[in-house]
């Protein structure tokens, strides 16, 4: 079964008719709602970063305070919360590794498991270490927790460019090619009335297509792409809302009516400076992730045999 949706057609202001299936209505509508609020993925990025950053810096102060010892009741219980916190991790791989236990949950759960016990395991072995280490071994073990736990993050922040949100399906280099597409063909219909604002999008566009060919050849061109985005959408916005509003002063709109049409404008340029920028660094990320894949699994064996060794040697001696 189909049902009908009105589609607006940008350059003339009328709707077409076509049709979705079930199922691709479902997609076509999350698509929708991280296009529509772009900055709300944004702003969550920014609080889960600042909130672990919080974490991590309240543990060394507690830590430091040194109010009980790693040998206490109390440290050991966190050592031991904090391990198997750890070893809990591994869950999630081997989910994805064995059919068996896919039918067990949501992939969706799992990951957001594997993420808090990603930041819940680290914290109380800070917590139960109280930053005092009596060995080499338990040096070793510190260090390579804090690297898997770095690389945890990265690993999320390149997995989050390379997929549709944080729980979404891998993107394709097509299917942003394409929304992109029809973002330059809307951009130019809409954008008439500013073409100062169409020559600051397409200086961008070239300058973002040179940026995916070259990849990281030139990595300062690359990292600086997103802040050379920030800075043309502020251009634009203003210069638009500047052209908007003497195109309302002169045909006499309302004031919400040039507010709307502002908005619209201002979502355009954020929407096509989004999508270009997304295309020009999405090989780069995906290499990246791939190495990160390479990097991030003998970090962990290095942290699974030297917590053994840390274990072994606490209850040994």
């Given at each position: 079964m189909t049902l009908p949706v009105r589609k607006p057609d940008m350059a003339s202001g009328t709707e077409q008719q076509t049709t979705l299936t079930p199922s691709r209505r479902a997609t076509a509508a999350n698509d929708a709602g991280r296009r529509a609020h772009p900055g709300r993925h944004r702003v969550r990025e920014?609080?889960?970063?600042?909130?672990?950053?919080?974490?991590?810096?309240?543990?060394?102060?507690?830590?430091?305070?040194?109010?009980?010892?790693?040998?206490?009741?109390?440290?050991?219980?966190?050592?031991?919360?904090?391990?198997?916190?750890?070893?809990?991790?591994?869950?999630?791989?081997?989910?994805?590794?064995?059919?068996?236990?896919?039918?067990?949950?949501?992939?969706?759960?799992?990951?957001?498991?594997?993420?808090?016990?990603?930041?819940?395991?680290?914290?109380?072995?800070?917590l139960h270490s109280t930053l005092?280490?009596?060995?080499?071994?338990?040096?070793?073990?510190?260090?390579?927790?804090?690297?898997?736990?770095?690389?945890?993050?990265?690993?999320?922040?390149?997995?989050?460019?390379?997929?549709?949100?944080?729980?979404?399906?891998?993107?394709?280099?097509?299917?942003?090619?394409?929304?992109?597409?029809?973002?330059?063909?809307?951009?130019?219909?809409?954008?008439?009335?500013?073409?100062?604002?169409?020559?600051r999008l397409a200086a961008f566009g070239a300058l973002a297509a040179r940026v995916e060919k070259d990849g990281l050849r030139y990595p300062w061109r690359f990292f600086t792409l997103g802040v050379r985005a920030v800075f043309e959408r502020l251009r634009c916005n203003r210069e638009v809302a500047v052209r908007m509003r003497a195109l309302a002063a002169e045909h006499h709109w309302a004031s919400a009516k040039a507010r709307r049409r502002i908005a619209s404008r201002k979502a355009l340029v954020a929407d096509y400076l989004r999508g270009t920028l997304r295309v020009a660094q999405f090989h780069v990320f995906e290499r990246l992730f791939s190495w990160w894949h390479v990097l991030h699994v003998p970090l962990v064996y290095m942290l699974v045999l030297s917590a053994i060794a840390h274990v072994v040697a606490v209850h040994m001696y």
């Open positions: 920014a609080i889960w970063l600042i909130t672990i950053v919080l974490l991590v810096a309240a543990s060394i102060v507690l830590a430091r305070m040194r109010w009980y010892s790693a040998g206490s009741e109390l440290g050991y219980d966190l050592g031991l919360a904090g391990g198997i916190a750890m070893l809990l991790l591994f869950l999630y791989p081997l989910r994805k590794r064995f059919r068996a236990l896919a039918s067990f949950g949501k992939t969706r759960f799992w990951f957001a498991l594997h993420m808090v016990l990603g930041i819940a395991g680290p914290l109380l072995i800070i005092r280490f009596g060995s080499v071994n338990a040096i070793v073990a510190f260090a390579s927790m804090a690297l898997v736990a770095a690389s945890g993050v990265v690993g999320r922040f390149l997995y989050a460019r390379i997929h549709h949100g944080l729980y979404g399906r891998r993107a394709s280099l097509a299917e942003l090619r394409a929304q992109t597409g029809v973002e330059a063909a809307t951009m130019h219909s809409r954008l008439a009335f500013a073409p100062g604002v169409e020559a």
